[in-house]
């Protein structure tokens, strides 16, 4: 199977999971896009170029399962909660073992700004703030700050940047 068929069955088997939160749907499928265009503009690889994309589409899996559990979902929760529904989902599309450890730690690990260990890591949050910022009507010194402190990639800034001004 394609890596295109694949992460159209990943989104569709993510739809699924979030069915009825359209704004959760709507959420991921941002963040992949963002992903996706920041990964290409900085040259990823195939195959870190597609694992990033799988990470940007279930990035946010722990949230019902935190909902559930505790009642709420902070960041830290959904890392908790994430990897297991994600290696689950990611299990059931047919991916390679290797591909949903690396990505399951992307789930863990995608609301830790410290220590980030690769290019995939580095492009789903800042594609995760791109979304973020709009969604949560982030002010602009905090838009500034996140860009300044957290965005490391050369596109991530641009994009920053062209959406959200200096």
Request: charged letters at 20%; glycine letters at 12%.
């Given at each position: 199977m394609t890596q295109t068929k694949l992460l159209d069955r990943i989104t569709g088997k993510m739809m699924e999971f979030d069915k009825g939160d359209p704004m959760r749907i709507q959420h991921f499928l941002k963040v992949h896009r963002f992903a996706q265009l920041i990964a290409r503009q900085e040259q990823l690889d195939d195959h870190t170029r597609f694992v990033t994309e799988?990470?940007?589409?279930?990035?946010?899996?722990?949230?019902?399962p935190a909902e559930a559990k505790y009642g709420r979902c902070d960041g830290k929760l959904q890392e908790q909660e994430g990897p297991a529904a994600a290696r689950a989902l990611l299990r059931e599309a047919g991916l390679p073992a290797a591909d949903i450890d690396r990505i399951c730690y992307l789930v863990g690990h995608h609301h830790t700004y410290e220590g980030i260990d690769g290019m995939d890591y580095q492009i789903l949050v800042e594609a995760d703030f791109l979304v973020n910022f709009y969604e949560d009507q982030v002010p602009a010194e905090?838009?500034?700050?996140?860009?300044?402190k957290i965005f490391r990639t050369a596109a991530g800034r641009e994009l920053c940047t062209l959406l959200y001004g200096e």
């Open positions: 799988c990470a940007a589409i279930v990035h946010d899996i722990g949230i019902h905090g838009i500034r700050t996140a860009r300044d």
